[in-house]
């Protein structure tokens, strides 16, 4: 659908949705800009499927953060590494 | 916009297969044998923060989903751009005649629109419009040769887009306007909507 966007209305053309995506997802956006791009999503799959791919990562997320434990060994080599690269203090 | 109390309102909402908001995910409880369960806007057991949305006939081209809910709205209702906002709102009943077949129709009709326009645009703006409308086309014939409903739905809705979208081109915001109205007439006879 991008190429065929014309911007003849105040419509929310895909590059648009792209920039604000973040904004929409929150619930951020003023009701005036949310009402059109809750209209163009209506009829724009790309976009659709762009903010069900921000909503993956975003459920992801968590994951991604939690703390794996160093084991022990790891963390005493990286240690003396560090020490090693530092010098004598 | 100022708020209006528009109690004799039809109010008419598009929501995907089970009666599912398109955008919020929540299931809205369906009318059995009567009216369904008033459901407010602002609780937990709201849909949407800011209110109840739903939309008059002149909009429901640009909010086409498979199933068209006819509902009822309480409390202060808003005209807002495209769409009209409440307090809270229920389903009455489910207009039957708005189906797959009936988005395909409207999915053709509206792209033998696109190519109307394109037919009359100036020479600056011919080959556009003629792309245009032969994206129309073939948005309409992928809803034809689906069996999917939301192919369907959503091929209308597109096709819709682009019979404006190439009015604007060709004839400014009032021919685009027009466009509109024609779909909202289609829609409004095919369906048998009260107004």
């Keep these: ?89 | 916009m100022e708020g209006t109390e528009l109690s004799d309102l039809v109010a008419y909402k598009f929501l995907r297969p089970g009666a599912i908001g398109p955008f919020s995910g929540f299931a809205w409880p369906a009318p059995a044998g009567g009216a369904g369960e008033w459901v407010e806007a602002a609780t937990s057991r709201g849909p949407c923060r800011d209110g109840i949305h739903a939309c008059e006939p002149p909009h429901l081209a640009r909010w086409i989903w498979e199933e068209l809910w006819e509902v009822e709205l309480d409390g202060e209702i808003e005209r807002r751009r495209h769409k009209l906002r409440a307090p809270r709102g229920r389903l009455l009943r489910r207009v039957d005649a708005w189906s797959a077949q009936t988005a395909r129709r409207f999915a053709r009709d509206c792209a033998e629109r696109a190519a109307e326009h394109a037919g009359v645009a100036a020479p600056a703006d011919s080959r556009i419009a003629a792309q245009m409308a032969a994206d129309g086309d073939t948005r309409a014939r992928a809803a034809e040769e689906s069996e999917d409903p939301y192919v369907a739905a959503h091929g209308s809705a597109v096709s819709a887009y682009i019979a404006a979208a190439t009015a604007l081109r060709v004839g400014g915001i009032e021919r685009h306007e027009a466009e509109r109205e024609w779909q909202a007439a289609w829609l409004a006879r095919e369906l048998r909507l009260r107004p």
Excluded: N
């Design chain 1, 1 to 89: 659908m991008a190429e065929m966007h014309t911007h003849g209305t105040d419509e929310v053309l895909c590059r648009e949705f792209v920039e604000i995506v973040t904004d929409y997802w929150e619930g951020a956006l003023p009701e005036e800009r949310l009402e059109l791009v809750e209209e163009h999503l209506v009829m724009c799959d790309w976009c659709k499927v762009y903010l069900e791919q921000m909503e993956a990562t975003v459920r992801a997320l968590p994951e991604a953060t939690v703390e794996e434990p160093v084991p022990e060994a790891t963390e005493e080599a990286l240690l003396t590494a560090y020490r090693e690269w530092r010098g004598p203090s």
